[in-house]
């Protein structure tokens, strides 16, 4: 087939009658694409994220300085002055470089929560969610206990106990993130289960586990992934508090809520030190919010579409 | 050689002071090759006789046995390869993340097959759709359509019996006619057994030889398309059925 023209490429993903399997899932991602296009918020969160990950990648060339050299004769130069675009910090260090920098934790610690804490719950709740009987009342006692906890402090537990570090910061946000996952793929299973064409799949000697994972998390991982980015936001909060707090990225790493909390001490007379991280948060989060809400038009199972 | 004898055959839902009887004391027994319909209103246990036949309620006494194997608590391989089910609603029976030919490939697999693409494009034939149906989702099909793919997904392991639990009843009067004639020409085609389940006397007259009228969990009577045709009903509620179904088709 011919890709090269635009038009054919695009009747070719339109297609009513796909011809190959792979026709008729491109056509079913091009849609869904179309959809989130349309959507001007979720689009404007979209290309932000999306800056901000070539940011992240390409921050050694974008760094006007280098993150972790101190200057003390420099330090707490308001922004502007010396060719630091946003001031530099109690040290000495370039402010905008360290945020550049900082992007790149911050990147890391999502994307691991994000495929770690959805996936466990996912498990839990969907196993929890078909097998029934008492399987399900220990998975579910087990994931209300989790529930139970402010997620901040059960969080500040584990890394108390794990010891401090961004590693051990995510581990502890996922073991903390969990729960709410695997009540929303719990509950959708519960509707799922009795449907017809699990009915149908089961006649045909399909097993629990084939079911499970072929037909009932095909329908599970939508609501889950707008879960997930509106969740975003959080994640990215509570890994800032736990830095804020001196128990996740340590110095001199340029976590953004690590240097919010260095910022904290001179917040009066030198206001950049904590505001710029702390705009960087308020931005990559808010990009989370209005990306998630789009999914979520897209994604809603309610609303048909593929 | 009967395909599907059952006997005694109670069916209960509930525990306590909610237990109640779905199905009691049923018996029948359908030939091989024979069409069996099970007729009566909603709630009258029709369904519930199918799904304890296919294992998908479990709480049942009795004994069924199938091609004249005895059918326990759970069910073999062997037995979703001879027995499938054609469930009533099109809209909720396919799965509405996957394509049609996900949906056969999957079930081929299931069971063993290896030239799978030839077989389904066989089998999308075989129910009336052409192969440029293979790649759609259910939502780029119509309930006629859906319907057919549900037909052609039951038939896909070669069954010995079709369950038909009310195929027609969500689909509109002009498709409804289309898939009857389907399901009278794949009997015919591949020597099948069917046991229909209907609360439409015309459906059932359409397809089936033979009739059983329920009635709050129990066959009230049993008789021949014929003599349905000439009203010869004994029983007051089948000739209920027979008054309520000849005015509607005058009405």
Known sequence: MKMTDPSTLRAWLLAEAPTSRRQARASAWYVGWLNLRSNTLAMAGLIFLALLLLAAVFAPFLASHDPFAQDLGARLLAPGTDGHLFGTDSLGRDIYSRVLYGARISIYIVLLVALVAPLLGLIIGTVAGYAGGWLDVVLMRVTDIFLAFPRLILALAFVAALGAGIENAVLAISLTAWPPYARIARAETLTIRNSDFIHAIRLQGAGPVRIVMRHIWPLCISSLVIRVTLDMAGIILTAAGLGFLGLGAQPPSPEWGAMVSEGRKFILDHWWVATVPGLAIFSISLAFNLLGDGLRDVLDPKEGGA | ?251
């Open chain 2, 1 to 251: 050689m009967s395909a599907l004898t059952i006997e005694g055959l109670n069916v209960w839902f509930g525990e306590g002071r909610e237990h109640v009887f779905a199905v009691r004391d049923l018996s029948l027994d359908v030939e091989e090759g024979a069409s069996y319909g099970l007729v009566g209103e909603s709630g009258s246990g029709k369904s519930t006789v199918l799904r304890a036949i296919t294992g998908l309620v479990p709480t049942w006494r009795g004994s069924m046995s199938v091609m004249g194997e005895a059918l326990g608590v759970g069910r073999t391989p062997a037995f979703y390869k001879t027995v499938q089910m054609v469930f009533q609603d099109p809209y909720a029976s396919l799965h509405p993340r996957h394509t049609v030919d996900q949906v056969l490939s999957e079930v081929l697999k299931l069971h063993g097959f290896r030239d799978i693409d030839a077989r389904i494009d066989q089998l999308l034939v075989d129910v009336g759709l052409g192969p440029g149906y293979r790649f759609r989702y259910p939502h780029q099909l119509s309930g006629g359509q859906r319907q057919r793919v549900a037909i052609a997904r039951a038939l896909a392991p070669d069954p010995r019996i079709l369950l038909l639990d009310e195929p027609t009843s969500a689909l509109d009067v002009s498709v409804q006619a289309e898939i009857l004639n389907l399901l009278t020409d794949l009997r015919a085609r591949h020597g099948l057994t069917y046991l229909m389940v209907s609360h439409d006397l015309g459906v059932v007259g359409h397809i089936c030889e033979r009739i059983a009228v329920m009635q709050s969990g129990e066959i009230v009577e049993t008789l021949g398309v014929e003599e349905m045709r000439r009203l010869e009903a004994k029983h007051p509620y089948t000739q209920h059925l027979l008054d309520s179904s000849l005015r509607s088709a005058r009405g």
